[in-house]
């Protein structure tokens, strides 16, 4: 099983951003994918997860209307577009696999994580 997250890097507030997730190793169809948030000093933080299968969807309070996740099967990638960012929104980011059938935004639930780019919202 590999994760590799690409496309974090420094923007504006106010800015946007797409990381993509390129997943292998594994049935997709079994298994959902999570974005998680971690900035210094805090908790892992659940930003959006998405059922593969079915693209069934769910968000943290904090991202909604702001956030977007999304998978394209034919390049084994999710992606999470990140619109109207905010400093708060600093931290790494990290996407995981989980094998629960409804993806949920708990870390403990997911048994696979990539590397995780940083991402700076910054002026």
């Known amino acids: 099983v590999q994760l590799v997250e690409s496309g974090g890097g420094l923007v504006q507030p106010g800015g946007s951003l797409t990381l993509s997730c390129v997943m292998s190793?594994?049935?997709?169809?079994?298994?959902?994918i999570g974005w998680f948030r971690q900035a210094p000093g805090k908790e892992r933080e659940g930003v959006s997860c998405?059922?593969?299968?079915?693209?069934?969807?769910d968000y943290g309070d904090s991202v909604k209307g702001r956030f977007t996740i999304s998978r394209d099967n034919a390049k084994n990638t999710v992606y999470l577009t990140m619109m109207n960012l905010r400093p708060e929104s600093t931290g790494v980011y990290y996407c995981a696999r989980t094998p629960l059938s409804v993806p949920i935004l708990r870390p403990v639930t997911y048994n696979y994580w990539g590397p995780g780019p940083q991402v700076t919202v910054s002026s």
């Open positions: 190793g594994f049935n997709f169809a079994e298994y959902g």
């Open positions: 998405i059922r593969l299968k079915d693209s069934y969807t």
